[in-house]
């Protein structure tokens, strides 16, 4: 998976690296207060924030967040205004785009993969292959539930490449499901988000069936 963080999302946004005027995320993650959060934290734990191992744990927290969130501050515009004239009017589809994502209601980890088709629209509007895993990536580096994150993902195709349909299924293990609370690992959920054409059955079956064909 790519690894960047909020001063190099250009790499994952699909921005041009090394563009200086295409980093609007640089200046909006406010680093410092998350630091100042993350000490308060560490202290109400009953850790003390100032003994070696921690001394430098705000500041990697705040750098690890604003890697994480950085997709709060992008659009999928950016990523999907790359298109181009192709004469396919069958099925595209991505499957397996591994992902980690940050359950919005306990702050932890989820991860898994998505699966990304949709089928051109007549005037044959089609973008590149990694586009599809770079709007998985943006939504995913946001505060989410898995719900929002696939129905955002399969409107971002909706909205930018109006496709004659969409699919988006996403399968996922919750860290919040795992580590703590009910405890169970390996526990998955799968949701999926369907559009347009793809809610013909027979479509929606040669989809589901290339999804999940391993
Ligand atoms: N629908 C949905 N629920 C989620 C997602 N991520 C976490 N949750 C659930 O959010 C719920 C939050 O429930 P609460 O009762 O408010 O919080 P809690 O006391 O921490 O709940 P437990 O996890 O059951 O201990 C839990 O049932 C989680 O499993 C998600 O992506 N979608
Ligand atoms: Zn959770």
């Given at each position: 998976?790519?690894?960047?963080?909020?001063?190099?999302?250009?790499?994952?946004?699909?921005?041009?690296a090394?563009?200086?005027s295409?980093?609007?995320t640089?200046h909006?993650?406010?680093?410092?207060?998350?630091?100042?959060?993350?000490?308060?934290?560490?202290?109400?734990?009953?850790?003390?924030?100032?003994?070696?191992?921690?001394?430098?744990?705000?500041?990697r927290?705040?750098?690890?967040?604003?890697?994480?969130?950085?997709?709060?501050?992008?659009?999928?515009?950016e990523?999907?205004?790359?298109t181009?004239?192709?004469?396919?009017?069958?099925?595209?589809?991505v499957?397996?785009?591994p992902?980690?994502s940050?359950?919005?209601?306990?702050?932890?980890p989820?991860?898994?993969?998505?699966?990304?088709?949709?089928?051109?629209s007549?005037?044959?509007?089609?973008?590149?292959?990694?586009?599809?895993?770079?709007?998985?990536?943006?939504?995913?580096?946001?505060p989410?539930?898995?719900?929002?994150?696939t129905?955002?993902?399969?409107?971002?195709?909706?909205?930018?490449?109006?496709?004659?349909g969409a699919?988006?299924?996403?399968?996922?293990?919750h860290?919040?499901?795992?580590?703590?609370?009910?405890?169970?690992?390996?526990?998955?959920?799968?949701?999926?988000?369907?559009?347009?054409?793809?809610?013909?059955?027979a479509?929606?079956?040669?989809?589901?069936?290339?999804?999940?064909?391993?």
């Open positions: 998976m790519t690894s960047f963080d909020d001063d190099d999302v250009s790499a994952s946004a699909g921005y041009p090394g563009d200086g295409h980093h609007p640089s909006k993650v406010d680093r410092p207060r998350i630091e100042a959060a993350v000490r308060e934290i560490l202290l109400a734990i009953g850790e003390d924030p100032d003994r070696g191992g921690l001394l430098d744990t705000p500041k927290v705040a750098k690890a967040y604003a890697e994480m969130f950085a997709g709060l501050h992008h659009d999928p515009a990523i999907l205004s790359t181009f004239d192709l004469d396919h009017e069958e099925l595209v589809l499957k397996d785009i992902f980690y940050t359950c919005e209601h306990h702050l932890v989820f991860h898994g993969v998505a699966h990304v088709g949709y089928i051109p007549h005037d044959g509007r089609v973008t590149g292959l990694s586009k599809l895993a770079r709007v998985v990536d943006m939504y995913a580096r946001r989410q539930v898995q719900e929002r994150l129905t955002e993902i399969v409107e971002a195709l909706v909205s930018h490449l109006k496709p004659r699919i988006v299924v996403v399968e996922c293990e860290m919040c499901m795992s580590m703590r609370g009910i405890r169970k690992p390996g526990a998955k959920t799968v949701t999926s988000a369907v559009r347009g054409q793809l809610h013909d059955p479509t929606r079956a040669e989809a589901m069936s290339l999804i999940l064909g391993r």
